[in-house]
C-alpha cells in the first residue's frame, strides 16, 4: 500500500482559517503538517529557516485588493512562486451550541473579515465588536470561553474544529469574495511541464511612454496580463518596479516575450512561472449569482 505523502506547510494564521483551508484544498492527497504564523513576516521567516517545506500566503482578495505587503516579502526574499489556488470565502457567525442571536453581547473576528460582514452586523447595533489577530483564534477563544454572549466570525472549517455551531450561515456582504492565494518555495523550481502563467517584476527608465511600449510589446504577442501592480522604488523618486503576471498557452511564447522586455527594461526578475489556478468554478458561481440578483 503506498503511503501518504507528507508535507510541512507554513500558513499565516491557525487551524481553520483560510489559509489552512486552501492548504487542504491544495494538497488534498497529502498529510500536511500546518506551522502557524502570526503574521506574513514570520511566515516567510518559517520558510527562511527551513522550518516548512512550502509556504501558502495570501496575495489579492477581491474586496479589499492586493496584499501589497506580500510582493515585498517575495522580492525581499526571493521566493518562488510555484502555483497558485482560488477561495471562495464565506464568512459564518458562530457561538457554542444553544445560542442565540438574542444571547450575543459580543463578536470577535479579524478585521477585515468584520469588515466584509458590515451589512449583516448593521442589523445588530447592539453587539460589540472585537478585532483580533485571526479568524481562527477568535473560534478558539469562544470555544474555550463557552458563553452564550459571545460570537464569532470565522470559517466552517473553524466550526467543525472547535465545535461550534453556526448561526448564521455566509454573512458576507458581497457573495463574490474570492482570495488569490501562492504557492511559495524558499527556492527557485523547475516550472511544471502544464505551466501557463508567469509572475514578474519590471523595472523601466522614468521616461514619457516607456510603460506604453512594455504594454505594446505584450499585446504585440498576443498575451493575456492578468494583473498589473506598482511599487514605488525605496529611495528613488519617481521610480517604480511593476509587478506583472502573463498567461500564455506555451513557454515558449513566455519566452520570446521575456527576451523582447529585457530589451526595454533595466530590472526583469521572475518570482513564478507556474500551472494557473482552474477558475471555472468561480466563473460559474459569479454568472449565477448575476442571475439570482
Known amino acids: 500500500m503506498e503511503s501518504v505523502k507528507s508535507l510541512r506547510v507554513a500558513i499565516q494564521g491557525y487551524p481553520g482559517s ?10 488534498p492527497e497529502y498529510n500536511l503538517e500546518l506551522i502557524p504564523a502570526d503574521s506574513f513576516d514570520i511566515l516567510g521567516e518559517l520558510l527562511n529557516k527551513d522550518e516548512a517545506d512550502v509556504a501558502v500566503m495570501a496575495i489579492e482578495n477581491s474586496i479589499a485588493g492586493t496584499i501589497l505587503q506580500n510582493y515585498r516579502i517575495l522580492r525581499e526574499n526571493n521566493f518562488w512562486v510555484n502555483g497558485e489556488i482560488y477561495l471562495h470565502i464565506r464568512h ?6 444553544g445560542t442565540s442571536l438574542d444571547d450575543i453581547k459580543e463578536v470577535s473576528s479579524h478585521p477585515m473579515a468584520i469588515n466584509q460582514c458590515r451589512h449583516f452586523l448593521s442589523r445588530f447595533p447592539q453587539w460589540k465588536l472585537v ?4 479568524t481562527a483564534l477568535s473560534a478558539q477563544y469562544v470555544a474555550e470561553k463557552r458563553k452564550k454572549s459571545k460570537a464569532c466570525i470565522a470559517s466552517s472549517r473553524a466550526a467543525d474544529i472547535y465545535g461550534l ?3 448564521n450561515a455566509a454573512i458576507e456582504t458581497n457573495k463574490t469574495n474570492y482570495t488569490r492565494f ?4 524558499k527556492v527557485k523550481t523547475e516550472a511544471p511541464a502544464l505551466a501557463d502563467k508567469a509572475s514578474i517584476y519590471i523595472r523601466i527608465p522614468d521616461k514619457k511612454g516607456q510603460l506604453l511600449k512594455v504594454l505594446e510589446v505584450i499585446q504585440y504577442h498576443d498575451l493575456n496580463m492578468s494583473k498589473l501592480q506598482s511599487f514605488p522604488v525605496v529611495g528613488s523618486f519617481r521610480e517604480y518596479f511593476f509587478h506583472l503576471d502573463i498567461e500564455f498557452e506555451h513557454i ?3 519566452l520570446g516575450l521575456k527576451e523582447d522586455l529585457m530589451n526595454l527594461t533595466f530590472d526583469y526578475a521572475e518570482i513564478g512561472i507556474y500551472k494557473s489556478a482552474d477558475t ?6 459569479q454568472k449565477n449569482l448575476k442571475k439570482v440578483s
Do not use: C, T
Request: hydrophobic share 45%; no cysteine; proline share 0%.
Open 18 to 27: 483560510f489559509h489552512e483551508v486552501a492548504a487542504k484544498n491544495y494538497w
Open 92 to 97: 459564518n457567525l458562530l457561538a457554542i451550541e
Open 131 to 134: 478585532e483580533s489577530d485571526d
Open 165 to 167: 455551531s453556526i448561526l
Open 182 to 185: 501562492f504557492i511559495v518555495n
Open 252 to 254: 515558449d511564447q513566455y
Open 280 to 285: 471555472s468554478a468561480i466563473v460559474g458561481e
